[in-house]
């Protein structure tokens, strides 16, 4: 994610900090000062928020490890002021593991919040703690009930929030996935509906925001999974580019500018005969333009560890791989030649063309 920095790496997840996060951090402090005009209360204010966020930490962490379990992967977690997000490689497609997942970050929440009551039950709990306070309230008290909070927000049944997954998983129990997450995503934009009416009403403004991410989080997984869905009955030759141009690793990067100036593609496969060797990106071929000009050669700059498609599989089975890659393009082999390039553009037209034939209205599918 973009305006990101890495802060650590926890049982092997890179974990990264979102810029917006500071502007939390800052209102959180200044709210904490005003009251008593104490800097300790401001101070007060950034521990929570720190170990507030370690909860949120544990929470993704419990949705990661169990999902590795299962053989899925985790390529970051990245911390918002709304809260954490795990990006997982792929979600689990039997209804009984995305229950499992969905409920594991709940589940960590349980946890945390009967360790922190048992401390609080303790006399004199955590008294180097005890005097640092949030607007009211000890430190341990405040954040009994911040993650008592965060685990029953999470379970409401609305995407994108765990409580949609468990839905999803238990109503594709008994219909085909896409059609689980269709029902899923209506009642979710129905509860959303209610919030967003119950915070005009109240000038509850949290609410209302949250109303809006939970509108528009489930219309993106409703459509996410009905593009998907689509794309399963669809051949990777059906929708690869046929027309395109491949470079060589002696070519310079200035032949490469050339075709994306004329309007051919972004990304280019290079070649050594019929054998696919690499594929230069837009990215690094600018980087390459910047740092050694038109002159620089295109092997000197192209990604050698790629991913490729096979023209007779799947096209949601390539673009799963596409994803986990920083291209827009595949390379397409049949018999371990070089046949096409299936990119996300070509795919978004081509899901976008067979809804106008079918007479559905018509949107840029997310992929």
């Given at each position: 994610m973009k305006w990101s920095w890495r802060i650590g790496r926890v049982a092997g997840i890179d974990l990264y900090l979102h810029a917006t996060f500071l502007i939390l951090v800052g209102y959180v402090a200044w709210s904490a000062y005003q009251p008593r005009r104490l800097a300790a209360d401001a101070f007060g204010g950034v521990l929570f928020i720190a170990l507030f966020f370690g909860v949120v930490v544990l929470h993704e962490l419990g949705h990661c490890l169990t999902a590795r379990r299962f053989g899925i992967a985790t390529h970051d977690i990245t911390l918002l002021p709304i809260g954490g997000l795990a990006r997982l490689e792929r979600m689990p497609e039997?209804?009984?593991?995305?229950?499992?997942?969905?409920?594991?970050?709940?589940?960590?929440?349980?946890?945390?919040?009967?360790?922190?009551?048992?401390?609080?039950?303790?006399?004199?709990?955590?008294?180097?703690?005890?005097?640092?306070?949030?607007?009211?309230?000890?430190?341990?008290?405040?954040?009994?009930?911040?993650?008592?909070?965060?685990?029953?927000?999470?379970?409401?049944?609305?995407?994108?929030?765990?409580?949609?997954r468990v839905l999803r998983a238990l109503l594709a129990l008994r219909l085909d996935y896409a059609r689980a997450t269709a029902t899923a995503a209506t009642i979710g934009q129905a509860m959303a509906?209610?919030?967003?009416?119950?915070?005009?009403?109240?000038?509850?403004?949290?609410?209302?925001?949250?109303?809006?991410?939970?509108?528009?989080?489930?219309e993106a997984e409703a459509d996410f999974v009905q593009t998907r869905s689509k794309l399963s009955a669809v051949k990777v030759e059906d929708v690869m580019v046929r027309e395109f141009r491949a470079l060589q690793a002696q070519d310079r990067l200035a032949v490469a500018a050339q075709h994306i100036l004329a309007g051919f593609q972004q990304d280019f496969p290079v070649v050594d005969g019929d054998k696919v060797v690499g594929v230069l990106t837009r990215r690094q071929l600018l980087t390459g333009l910047a740092r050694q000009g038109p002159t620089g050669a295109v092997g000197d700059y192209m990604e050698r560890d790629f991913r490729t498609a096979?023209?007779?599989?799947?096209?949601?089975?390539?673009?799963?791989r596409l994803e986990d890659c920083p291209c827009r393009s595949l390379p397409v082999l049949r018999e371990g030649r070089l046949a096409g390039m299936l990119t996300t553009d070509n795919v978004g037209e081509y899901v976008m063309i067979q809804a106008a034939l079918r007479g559905e209205r018509i949107r840029r599918p997310l992929l």
């Open positions: 039997k209804p009984g593991q995305e229950l499992l997942v969905a409920l594991a970050g709940p589940a960590v929440n349980v946890v945390i919040g009967i360790a922190l009551y048992v401390l609080l039950r303790v006399p004199d709990p955590a008294h180097l703690l005890d005097g640092v306070r949030l607007v009211g309230g000890s430190l341990l008290v405040n954040l009994f009930y911040a993650n008592a909070l965060m685990a029953v927000f999470n379970l409401v049944p609305a995407f994108p929030m765990d409580g949609g509906w209610g919030f967003g009416s119950i915070s005009l009403f109240t000038h509850n403004w949290w609410l209302l925001i949250i109303a809006v991410f939970v509108f528009l989080g489930a096979f023209h007779w599989e799947t096209t949601d089975a390539a673009f799963q």
